[in-house]
């Protein structure tokens, strides 16, 4: 029985030549074009880099209209040009993230820049990682309530251990410890509100309104509450907190609420060393809704502060931002006086 060969087949029979492919006969406006191949294989997509940066450029701010210019006036010394200049943020490009349906209260961005952690007043934390993120998706990978109906004052990664940890600071009486992942390590103790000494009470008692880690000690971070005390926790103890510091005011009662709390490293206050004590040195500055700024040594002893700084902002004002140099020589306070301090 003899096979007979398929038509065309003489054609490729020990020849190197492939098979031409013959495509459709199409006028060049037909729709029917979008739904044919332009070519096989698995195509390789080259990014634009460029073109995704200019996508993210500012638009370039209205001129600014021209105004009289003065008369001349005689002065002896020389005027300072650049002080009539209005200061411009050095910003070319932007990029809007939908994060929160709320006024965002905090960002922070993890030591090795690779992801950070946004908190805001509708309760929630998001998550996001830069490495999974684009122009077209700039949503985070997880969102989480801490505290269940209270909002988030802030959030903050540990510096000292490549940001394992995430302190989170809610408007309630207890703060928590996540992992980077979100994950709950500890939930700090809840004091007695029946207990009039503050000293007796193992965590607060009513809403913390702020806090932050150690830069010097790992694991250790404190928070600042209207209860008028500011205290010290070790992420490793889970009994109550490590150290209290009470705040003595002079108005109506002897408390005032504690408005915002900065640890500064490397730098000693008072008598003894940075070192002393169980919090590992440092400063810790806070302000209270009286006006004073206190300034503790983080060594210890607790019981009066080093330094204060009466009427540092306008009483029973809220002063919500509070910050050191990185030499811990200066201390910056932002209120709710509209004003900046320094």
Known sequence: MSLKPIPGEEEYAGSDNEP???????????????????????????????????????????????????????????????????????????????????????????????????????????????????????????????????HIHSVAFSPLDNGQHLLVVPAAPQAKILTRDGDTVLEFVKGDPYLRDMHNTKGHVSEISGGCWSPMQRGVAVTAGTDSTVRIWDVQSRRGHRDVMVHKSRGKGGRSRICAVAWCGGVTGGS????????????????????????????????????????????????????????GRLIATMGEDQCIKR
């Open 20 to 150: 031409t492919i013959e495509e459709p006969d199409l006028a060049p406006d037909d729709p029917m074009r979008a739904f044919l191949p332009k070519s096989f294989g698995k195509q390789t997509v080259e990014r634009d880099v460029k073109a995704r940066v200019e996508q993210t450029r500012r638009a370039a701010p209205p001129p600014p209209k021209a105004k009289a210019k003065p008369p001349p006036q005689d002065s002896d010394s020389d005027s300072d040009d650049s002080s009539e200049e209005e200061e411009e943020y050095p910003l070319s490009h932007e990029l809007i993230i939908p994060a929160h349906t709320k006024p965002i209260s905090s960002i922070t961005l993890d030591p090795s820049g690779t992801r950070f952690v946004t908190s805001s007043h509708d309760t929630t934390i998001k998550f996001f990682d830069f490495h999974a993120m684009s122009t077209t998706h700039l949503h985070s990978f997880k969102t989480l309530e801490p505290s269940e109906a209270h």
């Open 272 to 327: 003894g060393s940075g070192s002393a004590g169980s919090a590992g040195g440092g400063m810790i500055g806070t302000m209270a809704l009286d006006g004073v700024m206190s300034i503790w040594n983080a060594g210890g002893p607790y019981s009066r502060p080093v330094m204060e700084v009466r009427d540092a902002h306008t009483k029973e004002t809220w002063t919500g931002g509070l910050t050191f140099s990185s030499d």
